[in-house]
């Protein structure tokens, strides 16, 4: 039996029936549909809608379901449309006629909205906590690193020696941004709509303050037009999940170059590689390249709401529904990934040699136009001869530090009449350690600057 009976003479056309009925999806926020009910109850009952024994046995009931649900003895039947349905009428099978005075003042629209504020204002420390287990894989990657060093790129050409401890924090960021993204989103979540009634507001006169108080919610709605509507924390929701997606794929990207043979620069462990049917020899990263597939597919579930939303009217539109769904699967998709990520980067094996060997003296020319500077030489003419000096070893085929002080000397002489400003001690600075130390400053990749952020990012993930 459905909710809404009364003015029909048909029953809905099954196959229409199967396209309404919710149940598969907002079965999830059973809990919180109890919750919300239990509230609702309370707070009905203070208004004098329910007497003191309807209040009893409707709380008793109510209690008696979330028990049913926690313990997985519920039973849905099939006329449950959707959550809010199946809730009600099992408690009508459990208290009898009482039961349909709960929904006295309320819609399943400020009802549905109230449950799913609920359900994500509790998923979001779940979420957390699965960050910061990222997060300390990360750091102790980090800490593991010492200091390692390896190659930094840009445009994935090799540029600067870094620190591998500082590569691995790189990753580590983006995630506490993506953490205080989701906390801040928390106080947008927390606006109680139920008491919105199906549009223009409850006729009862219910305390919604304190409503809100009792869930958990910071304050309720101001309007309730907008409150039945506002699936804003759904989309935002939406939005964090995804760009943790682009960071996560960032991340797997990396990973799945730098596990190749050309790079060499990490070995995943047995436990988290996959092989091929075909080729023996092969160790491939599944988990990285999903990890990069997924973010394609979180940008469509984020792109596919707000497609849902845009044009709406004002209030509720059955178009709603297609909230959940998509929240939902981001959850499990983001809720799937992090803890397998931080796993197969616990136990990632480094290559430090591969990585010292991939550092070549030309990733030094900026230090070798930093010494020019050293001697007084404006930038703008120190970079000018340390591209000469590449060009000069790339036409003889040889490092940097393998040209002669001669060479450097008539490099340099072009500007002054003397030998120019080349001494026996510019050969330093080809040492890549060297070149990593003096970048000291906070954020950079000195092993001075790179225990400081270690202890950033400890404090971070206690907090
Ligand atoms: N299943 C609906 C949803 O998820 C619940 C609200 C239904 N409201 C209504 N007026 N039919 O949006």
């Not at 239990?38 to 004098?48: D, F, M």
């Not at 579930?301 to 178009?319: I, R």
């Given at each position: 039996m459905t909710l809404w009976g009364g003015r029909f003479t048909q029953s809905l056309d099954s196959l229409a029936w199967d396209l309404n009925s919710s149940l598969p999806v907002d079965q999830r926020m059973a809990i919180q549909d109890v919750d919300g009910s239990?509230?609702?109850?309370?707070?009905?009952?203070?208004?004098?809608i329910l007497s003191d024994e309807e209040h009893a046995s409707i709380s008793l009931g109510l209690d008696t379901v979330k028990g049913e649900f926690a313990s997985g003895q519920f039973r849905f039947a099939p006329a449950d449309e959707d959550i809010h349905t199946a809730v009600e009428r099992r408690l009508a099978e459990l208290i009898g006629v009482t039961a349909g005075k709960l929904h006295t003042g309320r819609s399943r629209?400020?009802?549905?909205?109230?449950?799913?504020?609920?359900?994500?204002?509790?998923?979001?420390?779940?979420?957390?906590?699965?960050?910061?287990?990222?997060?300390?894989?990360?750091?102790?990657?980090?800490?593991?690193?010492?200091?390692?060093?390896?190659?930094?790129?840009?445009?994935?050409?090799?540029?600067?020696?870094?620190?591998?401890?500082?590569?691995?924090?790189?990753?580590?960021?983006?995630?506490?941004?993506?953490?205080?993204?989701?906390a801040d989103l928390t106080k947008r979540v927390s606006i109680l709509p139920l008491g919105s009634g199906a549009l223009a507001g409850t006729p009862i006169p219910v305390d919604r303050a304190e409503l809100a108080e009792s869930l958990n919610f910071a304050e309720p709605s101001s309007n309730s037009l907008?409150?039945?509507s506002d699936r804003d924390f759904a989309a935002e929701y939406l939005f964090c999940a995804t760009l943790t997606g682009i960071h996560l794929s960032k991340l797997a990207e990396q990973i799945v170059l730098y596990t190749s043979a050309?790079?060499?620069?990490?070995?995943?462990?047995?436990?988290?590689?996959?092989?091929?049917?075909?080729?023996?020899?092969?160790?491939?990263?599944?988990?990285?390249?999903?990890?990069?597939?997924?973010?394609?597919?979180?940008?469509?579930?984020?792109?596919?709401?707000?497609?849902?939303?845009?044009?709406?009217?004002?209030?509720?539109?059955?178009?709603?529904?297609?909230d959940k769904a998509p929240v939902f699967a981001a959850t499990d998709t983001l809720l799937a990934i992090l803890p397998v990520i931080a796993g197969a980067l616990r136990t990632i094996t480094a290559k430090p040699e591969r990585m010292r060997n991939a550092i070549d003296s030309t990733m030094m020319a900026t230090d070798l136009a930093d010494y020019l500077v050293s001697k007084g030489i404006p930038f703008r003419e120190t970079h000018a001869i340390a591209g000469?000096?590449?060009r000069a070893a790339n036409e003889k085929n040889v490092g940097l530090e393998e040209l002669s002080l001669e060479a450097y000397q008539a490099l340099g002489g072009a500007l002054s009449e003397s030998k120019g400003p080349f001494e026996a001690d510019v050969y330093q600075v080809f040492d890549p350690m060297k070149s990593i130390v003096k970048r000291n400053a906070i954020g950079g990749t000195s092993p001075e600057a790179v225990e400081m952020q270690k202890a950033e990012c400890r404090m971070q993930i206690e907090k």
């Open positions: 239990i509230a609702w109850a309370n707070a009905i009952h203070k208004a004098g629209n400020d009802q549905v909205a109230t449950d799913f504020r609920l359900w994500m204002l509790q998923i979001i420390p779940q979420l957390d906590s699965a960050f910061r287990i990222l997060q300390s894989a990360l750091l102790s990657q980090a800490e593991l690193a010492g200091e390692t060093i390896m190659p930094g790129y840009t445009h994935l050409q090799r540029a600067q020696p870094i620190l591998l401890a500082h590569w691995w924090l790189s990753h580590f960021h983006p995630l506490q941004r993506d953490r205080e993204r989701l907008d409150a039945v050309e790079f060499g620069f990490f070995e995943l462990s047995d436990a988290f590689s996959t092989g091929s049917s075909l080729m023996p020899q092969k160790k491939n990263p599944d988990v990285f390249e999903l990890t990069r597939g997924k973010a394609g597919t979180l940008i469509g579930m984020l792109t596919g709401l707000l497609a849902t939303l845009k044009g709406l009217p004002s209030t509720y539109d059955k178009d709603l529904q297609e000469k000096a590449v």
